[in-house]
């Protein structure tokens, strides 16, 4: 099969044919503003960006046993491009596949898919239950008691920020920032404040 970018329409219809579980495809969206967000910063393309973003986790939910290299193999038989391939399974560097990121895409990918985590979860304990006054100081907070969100692996963050030489507080502000434009979509606009 010939290699061609496919639309955000079919990633999407693509990413819900292997995925049922809403609080995977409200991540699976999270990570694609932050893919998107951080190329529009830095002058990247933009689709690929968000693209990848929004599958990066295609077979997670039926195939966690065989994560990246399933989703891999599934790209490969819809004909994606091999750069997006690459850049899908080097998020699971370290964890379950030996291609480290060498792309600044595939450093981003890598550091706020667990970093995504971290804000929706600090997110979610606000009395708004909302993305839209999370701070990155709130998150910074959240980062050093181990036992919450305990399922965001920090290590990977940290190592993601070492490779991208960037500032763990920029990071948390662009996750932020990024979260907010799509705050309804990943369920994190809250709820409106009650009138006393």
């Known amino acids: 099969m010939t290699e061609r ?8 219809a693509l990413l819900r044919r292997y995925n049922e579980n809403e609080a995977l ?10 893919m ?5 910063k830095t002058g990247q393309d933009e689709e690929m960006w968000g693209l990848i ?11 966690a046993d065989q994560h990246c290299h399933k989703s891999a193999e599934i790209l490969r038989e819809h004909g994606w491009p091999e750069a997006y391939i690459r850049a899908v399974l080097s998020h699971g560097w370290g964890i379950c596949t030996d291609v480290e990121p060498q792309t600044e ?3 981003v990918l890598y ?3 667990e970093l995504t985590g971290l804000v929706a979860a600090t997110a979610l304990v606000r009395p708004t239950k909302s993305v839209m006054d999370v701070k990155a100081k709130s998150v910074r907070k959240k980062w050093k008691e181990k036992s ?9 963050i ?4 070492a490779m991208l030489g960037a500032d763990l507080t920029v990071l948390i502000e662009d996750a932020v920032a990024a979260m907010q434009e799509v705050a309804d979509e990943i369920g994190l606009k809250g709820a409106a404040p009650e009138r006393q």
Do not use: C, S
């Open 111 to 113: 550091t706020m898919d």
């Open 105 to 107: 895409l595939e450093k």
């Open 148 to 156: 919450f969100a305990a399922g965001v692996n920090r290590e990977v």
């Open 36 to 40: 998107r967000y951080w190329a529009r």
């Open 53 to 63: 973003g929004l599958v990066h986790d295609l077979d997670y939910e039926q195939f």
């Open 25 to 34: 495809i409200k991540h699976a969206l999270a990570v694609e503003a932050v």
């Open 158 to 161: 940290e190592k993601g920020a």
């Open 5 to 12: 970018v496919p639309t955000r329409q079919e990633a999407l």
